[in-house]
């Protein structure tokens, strides 16, 4: 989850670390460092004051002991260790000539620092990524060169890392190295870099490459040496990255998330460009898997986790109906240690915006171990599951910098739907031309998404009436079930009010026991499959004295009289009504976020890509 960055030969190397670190924050921000090679040696600063972090360094900079070279930096999301200056990366070694960055977690830590302490070393901190710079010293110590004790230690832990290191005897060197948590390096002619992600490093690297598991690289100013886990040469796979700056700023917007709300009719439109053959064929973007296999696949499985998990949701519905494919969707992180029933026969669909969510990579990877084929629905290019996937299918939605998933939901919704019709499609289940219809009834989500977003002012105005409400239910059904559990869940992790979502058919099954008079109660109540049984649902939470504000078709006035307010959105299939149905949702939660005060962009507790277990 952590944020890493790294620079080597450039004249301004405290800007590149801190507008990196600044890109970064969306992986966490519980504290910041930054490691410098000055003429004295390692300088290293850090702060530990969540999302002020980044500020105390900018400051601190201005104390820095004369002409900076090579640096890392580091911004933190706490698993090993409370946020505080002493846990905070990067973390040197005894000697004070070693300084490590490092993302993912050390499994065996304990045993490594118990064996580390009993042989002199004195660790400080309580996190587990304090080990990797003695593992370092330790080596250095027995005469190897640093990208050979980083070697060694990649090989003495044990877990998931992304880590750089740098030694005050050779300035100019930053080595890295990564198993399953995922780092990128990059060249100018005269610039080398590291980096966790793509955003930190666009519009200053020329080249991008992906460090594959095992690999550890040598990064100097506009050279990179790879060395694979043989401890030979390696070729690194050059990343292909149709990202521009632009993209990842505020664009005049007050934050990330309101431009990324704001993007949802492009990234719609841009995940579906392209899809319809002349032929009424769906194309995907990579494809291994024959057509002959696919049409043998007697099951599929949906892991995710998050809104991507919600996403996969409305998938089980549009595969089941379209394609006749029994469909299961599991948590990623719950997935592999239930003993799945997997063959050749079985499809695993993994779904993850950065492509590296390591609950999501893991359980695609178990599925590959049972010869299951794997398809990856994601957002990043040559990300880690795009490349061990069998056939892949890209979100085009663009950098999505905010914590809270935006557009890149309703960018999933739509592939996965698409992806649904793909199959259906090679199935014989749906004709061409049942298939091109739904596919130009598609192409007029782009439309509908910017009709409802220009609704906004409603939903803050309605926001507002309920800006002191303590606790909202969210319900739908069928389809508006997995809305409902979405439009909870960004009321959560943005808001931090106390919000649940539930399929209305169930609230009598015991969650009813919570309503009291004045309850907020948000529903799902467009016209889909099962809108008589919703309304049903809606009278009985009305009966105990909730308030209820329905989300509802535009000139539905049946449903909209029910409510004690209505969120309007445009009509379209039932089956593509998620797409829509959530962006008052999305607003509502942002809105509900701003009037308390919080930073949309940086919820607490929370990060971006989660890439520890």
Known sequence: MCGIIGVTGSPDSITVLLDGLARLEYRGYDSAGVALQVPSGLWIERSARGTESLSDLVAALDRAPGPCG???????????????EVNAHPHRDCTGTVAVVHNGIIENH???????????????????????????????????????????????????????????????????ARRVSPLIVATTDRIGFVASD?????????????????QVAEVRPGEIRVVGADGEISVPVELKVDWDLTAAQKGGFDNFMLKEIHEQPAAVADTLMGRLSPGGTV???????DDDELREVEKVFIVACGSSYHAGLVAKYAMEHWARMAVEIDIASEFRYRDPILDSRTLVVGVSQSGETLDTLQAIRYARRWNAKVLVVTNVVD????????????????????????KTFLAQLVALETLSLYLAGLRGTLYPAE?????????????KVASALGRSEEVFNLAAAYAASAEFFFIGRHVGYPVALEGALKLKEISYLHAEGYPAGELKHGPI????????????????????KMMANVAEVRARGAVVVLVANEGDEETGSVGDATLWVPSTHPLFAPVLDVIPL?????????????????????????TVE
């Open 586 to 610: 999305q607003l509502f939660a942002y809105a509900l976020a701003r009037a308390r005060g919080n930073d949309v962009d940086r919820p607490r507790n929370l990060a971006k890509t989660v």
């Open 513 to 532: 026991a919570l309503l009291e008079e004045g309850s907020i109660v948000v529903g799902i109540a467009t016209r889909t499959r099962l809108w008589e």
């Open 198 to 214: 793509v955003p930190a490093l666009l519009g200053r690297a020329d080249v991008m490459y992906v460090l594959e598991d095992g």
């Open 435 to 447: 298939i091109s219809d739904l596919l130009d009834s598609m192409q007029e989500l782009p439309a």
């Open 283 to 289: 194309l995907l973007d990579e494809m291994r898997i």
């Open 110 to 176: 304990f045993e490594l620092a118990a064996e580390l302490s009993a042989s002199g070393h004195e660790l400080v901190s309580d996190t587990d990524s304090e080990v990797l710079a003695h593992l370092i010293e330790a080596s250095l110590a027995d005469g190897k060169a640093l990208v050979d004790a980083v070697r060694a230690c990649v090989r003495s832990v044990r877990g998931s890392l992304a880590m750089v290191a740098v030694h005050s005897a050779d300035p100019a060197l930053l080595v890295a």
């Open 383 to 406: 990300s880690s599951m795009a490349r061990e996937a069998d056939g892949v299918f890209y979100t085009r939605a663009g950098p999505e910098i905010g914590v809270a998933a935006t």
């Open 70 to 84: 090579a640096g890392i930096g580091h911004t933190r999301w706490a698993t090993h260790g409370r946020p505080s």
